[in-house]
């Protein structure tokens, strides 16, 4: 389980821009068993947090007395420099199922991509209510069983986490295979000689003809 220390911060403390040029983020974290509690963490320590656990993995909050585990609940970027400037955290508990997107990662080999198919990704995550105790970091999609033209891959396909539930449609494609199509390049059109000619003999003609 990774772990994040936190503070809490108090009224009349630091506002978020001036946490934010500190090098700390903001944060809320809640829950059902648990009031909203204005926080802060180190902007780096978070960060490198974010990128091993994303929304779907358990995040120990400390510094708040007994360690909290949350998930990532919601990140707000910068529209300029896209770095985090305020964060979400969902406080959970044990036996309580939440709603979550796991991302899915491609793992084998597809006999029909070897042999020269295009492989489509269609979704890269799937949402699943799911006991947030036993989540996965990823749901794995094994692409070696696609081995035809327009053979595919369905959410129903792919194996959960146990006593997790699919939310997202169990028929939507996850992954397909598609022939590659190889477009022609367009020569330009002949050029009509019969009415070229016919444009020039006219000119000529006009040009000949005396004035009255």
Same mark, same amino acid.
Request: aromatic fraction near 4%.
């Given at each position: 389980?990774?772990?994040?220390?936190?503070?809490?911060?108090?009224?009349?403390?630091?506002?978020?821009?001036?946490?934010?040029?500190?090098?700390?983020?903001?944060?809320?974290? $809640?829950?059902?068993?648990?009031? *909203?509690?204005?926080? !802060?963490?180190?902007?780096?320590? @978070?960060?490198?947090?974010?990128?091993? *656990?994303?929304?779907?993995?358990?995040?120990?909050? #400390?510094?708040?007395? /007994?360690?909290?585990? /949350?998930?990532?609940?919601? +990140?707000?970027?910068?529209?300029?420099?896209?770095?985090?400037?305020?964060?979400? @955290? $969902?406080?959970?508990?044990?036996?309580?199922?939440?709603? +979550?997107? %796991?991302?899915?990662? @491609?793992?084998?080999?597809?006999?029909?991509?070897?042999?020269?198919?295009?492989?489509?990704?269609?979704?890269?995550?799937?949402?699943?209510?799911? =006991?947030?105790?036993? &989540?996965?970091?990823?749901?794995?999609?094994?692409?070696?069983?696609?081995?035809? %033209? =327009?053979?595919? %891959?369905?959410?129903?396909?792919?194996? &959960?986490?146990?006593?997790?539930?699919?939310? #997202?449609?169990?028929? =939507?494609?996850?992954? &397909?295979?598609?022939?590659?199509?190889?477009?022609?390049?367009? &020569?330009? *059109?002949?050029?009509?000689?019969? !009415? %070229?000619?016919?444009?020039?003999?006219?000119?000529?003609?006009?040009?000949? #003809?005396?004035?009255?």
């Amino acid at each position: 389980m990774l772990t994040l220390t936190v503070e809490k911060r108090k009224d009349g403390g630091k506002s978020a821009a001036e946490l934010r040029r500190a090098g700390f983020i903001p944060a809320v974290v $809640y829950g059902a068993h648990h009031a *909203a509690t204005p926080i !802060s963490m180190q902007a780096r320590a @978070f960060e490198k947090v974010l990128k091993e *656990a994303g929304e779907a993995t358990i995040v120990s909050l #400390t510094g708040l007395g /007994t360690p909290l585990p /949350t998930l990532i609940h919601e +990140v707000n970027f910068d529209p300029i420099t896209n770095q985090p400037r305020h964060v979400d @955290f $969902y406080a959970v508990t044990k036996g309580e199922k939440v709603e +979550v997107a %796991i991302p899915l990662s @491609f793992v084998g080999e597809s006999p029909a991509v070897e042999a020269g198919a295009n492989l489509v990704k269609v979704l890269h995550e799937l949402e699943v209510e799911a =006991d947030p105790m036993n &989540l996965p970091h990823a749901i794995e999609v094994d692409i070696s069983v696609l081995k035809e %033209i =327009d053979d595919q %891959i369905h959410a129903k396909d792919l194996k &959960l986490p146990s006593g997790a539930a699919l939310i #997202t449609e169990p028929d =939507d494609v996850v992954a &397909l295979i598609q022939e590659v199509v190889i477009e022609k390049e367009e &020569l330009p *059109a002949p050029a009509d000689i019969g !009415s %070229i000619e016919v444009e020039k003999k006219g000119k000529e003609e006009t040009e000949e #003809t005396p004035e009255a």
